[in-house]
């Protein structure tokens, strides 16, 4: 073959070639752009994905700084309680902080910068108002270990002046129970001076009178002669008692035991050991403690029954007599 028809055959190839070639170039331009696009697309996610582990690292730091100054809030509530001191302040700043922590969980990471501004002004009025309530807390401590110490001196005393008061009982029964005996023995003894002062009879009569006035002392007095009594007796000497009036009252007991009574003829009451008695008539006389005699005279209006009487004689508080008679 000649060189010409080489020439010819060669031309055509050529071409392709440089076609070839041109086309391998422009992929490969393309393919660094591409290559360059996804570097540059890798890098900017990455510096994104760093910028966003960043932001949240600092949220959880905050949130977490905010747990602890919940915590510490609970701690000082809890103690500032148990110290009798004032927890409304700190119930307040609990509850704020509460929201606080609920709005943080809202916020975007795109307002990190202003979001970590303002919770670290609000973190430090948080430790500002613990700080606060911790010399507080100081405060009633010191207090309160005054107060117990004044209680226990409290508690000392108190103890003495019951030990006293105890004292002062036993002593206080003790002269009650003395000054109870002394009056028994008082009573016991203003009784035997009583006695010992009181009338005495040396013997009682009872003589009856007839309607002319005539006198019998029959142990047995008849109805039908009987107008009045004589009721005779004697007071025995007695150096204790005194000269002074005194009043016998006579009881005329029938034979049932009931009390002559006429209040027409001057029958009355009076009192004999705590309780009422009735009299049938009384004497009035002066005692002058020379054996003196005595003579009542009762009238009654009415007939006596038949039966036994008994006639008493009281005075100043004692019986000193008794006689009788029987009507037939």
């Given at each position: 073959m000649s060189n010409d028809s080489f020439k010819e055959l060669r031309g055509p190839n050529q071409g392709v070639n440089g076609m070839l070639r041109a086309g391998i170039a422009v992929v490969s331009v393309v393919a660094a752009v591409l290559l360059y696009m996804v570097i540059q697309s890798n890098d900017i996610k990455k510096s994104q994905q760093e910028v966003i582990e960043e932001k949240v690292v600092q949220l959880a730091e905050t949130r977490i700084k905010l747990d602890?100054?919940?915590?510490?809030?609970?701690?000082?509530?809890?103690?500032?309680?148990?110290?009798?001191?004032?927890?409304?302040?700190?119930?307040?700043?609990?509850?704020?902080?509460?929201?606080?922590?609920?709005?943080?969980?809202?916020?975007?990471?795109?307002?990190?910068?202003?979001?970590?501004?303002?919770?670290?002004?609000?973190?430090l009025n948080y430790e500002s108002l613990l700080t606060v309530k911790e010399q507080e807390i100081q405060r009633l401590r010191a207090e309160n270990t005054e107060l117990a110490s004044q209680n226990e001196d409290l508690s000392e005393e108190n103890t003495s002046l019951r030990s006293e008061k105890?004292?002062?009982?036993?002593?206080?029964?003790?002269?009650?129970?003395?000054?109870?005996?002394?009056?028994?023995?008082?009573?016991?003894?203003?009784?035997?001076?009583?006695?010992?002062?009181?009338?005495?009879?040396?013997?009682?009569?009872?003589?009856?009178?007839?309607?002319?006035?005539?006198?019998?002392?029959?142990?047995?007095?008849?109805?039908?002669?009987?107008a009045r009594l004589k009721i005779s007796f004697m007071l025995a000497k007695n150096e204790l008692t005194e000269h002074e009036k005194k009043t016998v009252f006579i009881r005329i007991l029938?034979?049932?035991?009931?009390?002559?009574?006429?209040?027409?003829?001057?029958?009355?009451?009076?009192?004999?050991?705590?309780?009422?008695?009735?009299?049938?008539?009384?004497?009035?006389?002066?005692?002058?403690?020379?054996?003196?005699?005595?003579e009542v005279a009762y009238h009654r209006g009415t007939a006596y029954r038949s039966g036994k009487y008994t006639v008493e004689l009281f005075a100043e508080g004692f019986k000193i007599g008794i006689g009788g008679f029987e009507i037939k």
């Amino acid at each position: 073959m000649s060189n010409d028809s080489f020439k010819e055959l060669r031309g055509p190839n050529q071409g392709v070639n440089g076609m070839l070639r041109a086309g391998i170039a422009v992929v490969s331009v393309v393919a660094a752009v591409l290559l360059y696009m996804v570097i540059q697309s890798n890098d900017i996610k990455k510096s994104q994905q760093e910028v966003i582990e960043e932001k949240v690292v600092q949220l959880a730091e905050t949130r977490i700084k905010l747990d602890s100054i919940m915590h510490q809030l609970d701690s000082k509530i809890a103690e500032i309680q148990e110290l009798g001191g004032d927890i409304s302040e700190l119930q307040k700043a609990k509850a704020k902080l509460e929201l606080d922590k609920a709005q943080l969980l809202k916020n975007t990471s795109e307002e990190i910068a202003s979001i970590k501004a303002t919770y670290q002004a609000k973190i430090l009025n948080y430790e500002s108002l613990l700080t606060v309530k911790e010399q507080e807390i100081q405060r009633l401590r010191a207090e309160n270990t005054e107060l117990a110490s004044q209680n226990e001196d409290l508690s000392e005393e108190n103890t003495s002046l019951r030990s006293e008061k105890s004292a002062l009982a036993t002593t206080a029964a003790r002269i009650r129970a003395q000054k109870e005996d002394a009056d028994i023995r008082n009573k016991a003894l203003a009784e035997k001076v009583s006695r010992a002062t009181a009338l005495k009879t040396e013997f009682v009569k009872i003589t009856g009178i007839n309607p002319k006035g005539r006198e019998f002392d029959d142990k047995r007095m008849k109805n039908d002669k009987l107008a009045r009594l004589k009721i005779s007796f004697m007071l025995a000497k007695n150096e204790l008692t005194e000269h002074e009036k005194k009043t016998v009252f006579i009881r005329i007991l029938d034979p049932d035991g009931s009390t002559l009574f006429d209040a027409a003829t001057g029958s009355g009451s009076f009192i004999f050991e705590g309780k009422d008695y009735a009299y049938t008539t009384k004497a009035e006389i002066y005692y002058d403690n020379i054996n003196q005699f005595v003579e009542v005279a009762y009238h009654r209006g009415t007939a006596y029954r038949s039966g036994k009487y008994t006639v008493e004689l009281f005075a100043e508080g004692f019986k000193i007599g008794i006689g009788g008679f029987e009507i037939k």
